[in-house]
């Protein structure tokens, strides 16, 4: 690995990275071609119901691909996407009709009746848990967030006519004003703001208790990067900051999310919290940050779990060195 020079990314270390596909991109459009791959012994499939991947429960643990009859004997679906390739299997992602899943009460676990070999379990805590193997959370990471868009885009955004899958899942396309969809994905910049010794984190009233993260938001129309790390830091902390590195990058499939990491150069001390946003924000220094991150500060303070992009960058700024998960 030591020639592969993705080794000396930091994103290639941050979770739901290492996606082993090869995506096929040159195939989507030959319908033809798709099909043929789909019959072939090697077809395999990732499993959706609504946001929520399918896996077999097996002896070893939980298995996320199905042959395309298993697919089949599962019931009617919504969409198919090709994937990719592996140097195994040609892979797709099913997303079934929703009414396939249920909960047998209230509050039970999403379950397929009738197939107790089959678990419902989310993404987050598959991956939180290395439930699966990472390139097979990456591959999830993908499935679900073009599933995601096929779900939530099956009428034309301009005219409101139905649209239809094409490209093997990488296009919708509308019959009735020709107007042409493409999968999303929405940018989101999430910095450490630095000043000295010391680190800007934040906490979110939602979070776990005593758990701080670095800032992160939306990137909106018209802006670089670079502008919306600085209006974020502004906004949310009253900070104004300076010179911007980028860090790293990390598909965050909740729902398609792109996360760009950044450490970016604090000019100023005073903080002002924007209530709308965090319920606290403040400085800490860097022996503070290696407490929490690893889980020996003294008042219980706490970094974001391992498979999010605000570890790594903290674990960098903290230690300067990879944190490898
Ligand atoms: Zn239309």
New binding site residues.
């Given amino acids: 690995m030591m020639s592969d020079p993705s080794s000396q990314e930091l994103s290639a270390f941050v979770g739901f990275s290492g996606n082993p596909l090869d995506r096929l991109s040159e195939l989507r459009d030959d319908a033809g071609k798709v099909a043929a791959l789909a019959r072939q012994d090697d077809a395999r499939s990732l499993v959706f119901v609504a946001d929520t991947p399918v896996l077999k429960q097996g002896e070893a643990g939980l298995e996320a691909f199905f042959t395309l009859a298993e697919v089949e004997a599962l019931g009617p679906r919504l969409e198919q996407v090709l994937l990719g390739r592996t140097d195994e299997a040609t892979v797709f992602a099913t997303l079934l009709r929703p009414e396939t899943a249920g909960r047998a009460e209230a509050n039970g676990p999403l379950a397929i009746p009738g197939r107790e070999d089959l678990a419902l379990v989310d993404l987050r805590s598959l991956a939180a848990k290395a439930q699966l193997e990472r390139p097979v959370i990456a591959m999830m990471a993908q499935a679900k967030s073009v599933l995601f868009w096929h779900d939530r885009h099956r009428f ?1 955004s ?4 139905p ?1 239809a899958m094409a490209s093997a899942g990488w296009k919708r396309e ?1 019959a ?4 042409q969809h493409f999968p999303r994905t929405d940018p989101v910049v999430i910095m450490l703001a630095t000043r000295g010794d010391r680190c800007l984190l934040g906490r979110q009233a939602r979070f776990a208790p005593g758990m701080y993260s670095a800032l992160a938001g939306f990137l909106e129309p018209g802006e670089t990067i670079e502008e919306a790390v600085r209006r974020e830091v502004m906004e949310e902390a009253g900070i104004r900051v300076g010179a911007v590195t980028y860090m790293a990058s990390q598909p965050w499939p909740f729902p398609a999310t792109l996360m760009i990491g950044c450490l970016v150069e604090a000019l100023g001390d005073e903080i002002t919290v924007d209530h709308t946003e965090l319920e606290d924000a403040r400085w800490f220094t860097r022996a503070e940050v290696q407490e929490m991150l690893g889980g020996e500060h003294a008042n219980g303070l706490g970094a974001p779990q391992p498979i999010a992009i605000a570890r790594s960058l903290m674990r960098v700024w903290a230690f300067a060195q990879i944190e490898k998960f």
């Fill in positions: 034309c301009r005219c409101g006519a649209s509308c009735a004003c020709g107007t």
